[in-house]
Nanobody, 121 residues
Framework: QVQLVESGGGLVQAGGSLRLSCAVS????????MGWYRQAPGEQREPVAI?????????NYRDSVKGRFTISTDNAKNTVYLQMNSLKPEDTAVYYC?????????????WGQGTQVTVSS
């Protein structure tokens, strides 16, 4: 049973920073990628950042967070981070961590419970 537990959300003023953490039960190397997603009220869940564990740690970001957010891992702690700088009110959402595993039989995504990020103007 894969478990992901996010932490680090909260209320911050525009221009501030937060670091989200995602503790994973098991080695990160058992997954092909780790990602952060977010969902604002009334909106669909959208990808924010992804790191490809099996591709040397390559990363990819949605355009609106490029240069402000950084995804990283601590493999010894089985933890994924999302450093968020220069936060904007439009970054307000519930942020979810996802572990992605791709096999011949298909893709499996595992999700955490989410952590609320609120950016005030």
């Amino acid at each position: 049973q894969v478990q992901l537990v996010e932490s680090g959300g909260g209320l911050v003023q525009a221009g501030g920073s937060l670091r989200l953490s995602c503790a994973v039960s098991g080695s990160l190397f058992s997954f092909d990628a780790m990602g952060w997603y977010r969902q604002a009220p009334g909106e669909q869940r959208e990808p924010v950042a992804i790191i490809f564990i099996t591709s040397g740690g390559n990363t990819n970001y949605r355009d609106s967070v490029k240069g402000r957010f950084t995804i990283s891992t601590d493999n010894a702690k089985n933890t994924v981070y999302l450093q968020m700088n220069s936060l904007k009110p439009e970054d307000t959402a519930v942020y979810y961590c996802a572990a992605i595993r791709v096999r011949v039989g298909g893709r499996s995504d595992y999700w955490g419970q989410g952590t609320q990020v609120t950016v005030s103007s």
